[in-house]
């Protein structure tokens, strides 16, 4: 197996019920360089429950990684040897820190646990013909991050994301960049906190990984692999469109009940733009794919109207 790296300098980290194929393709064409599936359960992939097919990427995305979850080493590799011709390559979650994921012994709970996590990973390696990377926090309670590389790197790990928090602190706090994780012989990737372009930059200054991987960022302006690529804002109508194009993916792919889902990247196309909040109170109302669109519409179209491509037209402070 040649030497692993990550595709790219900046990613679409992987977010439950955010990261499916439809926000996944919309990241790409904005300028992201590789991705993330949605953390799967080791134990949906085995017992092959349909929404696992969703979930997967299709053969035609390149540099996109499968994550799994779990807490059993068995388990865990037989599922990722199963899917492993979707992947790219495979990524074990150890991370989450959602009580109901950690209550199973998965996610940043492995992070209690070293000796599993590494049983984990050599179980994942040894079925698996594609690389294996993992997600970590600092620790779990405190900062172990020390051990915890040296746990991976003993199993022969392919790369390893970290996130600047320990599972204790969630998302609160500032998350640490200060990590020097180039010490490490393996290829790495920071996230936590990686809000603007200049946070990306500077996170990928001081942590000294070789990549980003953003998450909530992303969220707040889905435009942001646009920013780093081109150095500027995306057009009102280059939004304008790829919402609309993000709409129509959604509903091709889950269906029309799939606009529940949506309204969650409203507050992100309209970050910054005069009237949103109004705009998207209305549209949490919005039942029918026709009418989201035609909102979608009416509202972009009267910023072309009213303001040409001017991207300074904002609402005041942080009502936006």
Same mark, same amino acid.
């Given at each position: 197996m040649a030497k692993f790296s990550y595709p790219g300098s900046?990613?679409?980290a992987p977010m439950a019920g955010i990261t499916d194929k439809a926000f996944r393709t919309v990241c790409r064409l904005w300028g992201a360089q590789f991705f993330f599936t949605e953390m799967i359960s080791a134990e949906s992939? #085995? @017992?092959? @429950?349909?929404?696992?097919?969703r979930m997967l990427p299709s053969v035609d995305e390149k540099d996109t990684a499968v994550q799994l979850y779990g807490s059993e080493p *068995?388990? #865990?590799? @037989?599922?990722?040897?199963?899917?492993q011709h979707r992947a790219s390559w495979i990524d074990l979650n150890a991370a989450c820190p959602v009580k109901k994921v950690v209550k199973k012994n998965a996610g940043a709970a492995l992070l209690r646990d070293l000796n599993r996590l590494g049983d984990i990973v050599k179980a994942m390696k040894d079925a698996c013909e594609k690389p294996v990377t993992v997600k970590v926090r600092l620790g779990f309670e405190k900062n172990e991050l020390e051990k915890i590389m040296e746990t991976l790197i003993f199993t022969g790990v392919d790369g390893v994301e970290v996130h600047g928090r320990t599972a204790v602190q969630m998302y609160s706090g500032k998350a640490e960049w200060n990590l020097q994780l180039d010490k490490w012989n393996v290829p790495t990737a920071i996230s936590g906190d990686l809000f603007t372009v200049e946070d990306i930059k500077k996170a990928l200054e001081i942590s000294k990984s070789k990549a980003a991987i953003v998450a909530r960022g992303v969220l707040r302006k889905p435009w942001i692999f646009f920013e780093i690529q081109h150095g500027s804002e995306p057009s009102f109508e280059e939004i304008r469109d790829m919402f609309l194009f993000h709409t129509r993916m959604l509903r091709e792919q889950e269906g029309e009940k799939s606009f529940y889902k949506l309204r969650q990247f409203v507050m992100g196309y309209t970050h910054g &733009?005069?009237?949103? *909040?109004?705009? *998207?109170?209305?549209? =949490?109302? #919005?039942?029918? &794919?026709?009418?989201?669109? *035609?909102?979608?519409?009416?509202?972009?179209?009267?910023?072309?109207?009213?303001?040409?491509?001017? =991207?300074?037209?904002?609402?005041?402070?942080?009502?936006?």
């Open positions: 900046v990613g679409l992939v #085995l @017992l092959q @429950l349909t929404v696992v097919e *068995r388990k #865990l590799a @037989l599922a990722a040897k199963k899917i &733009f005069a009237n949103a *909040r109004k705009f *998207r109170e209305a549209f =949490m109302k #919005l039942e029918k &794919f026709e009418s989201i669109e *035609r909102a979608i519409q009416e509202f972009f179209n009267h910023f072309l109207m009213n303001a040409g491509e001017n =991207m300074s037209v904002k609402e005041d402070g942080a009502k936006a």
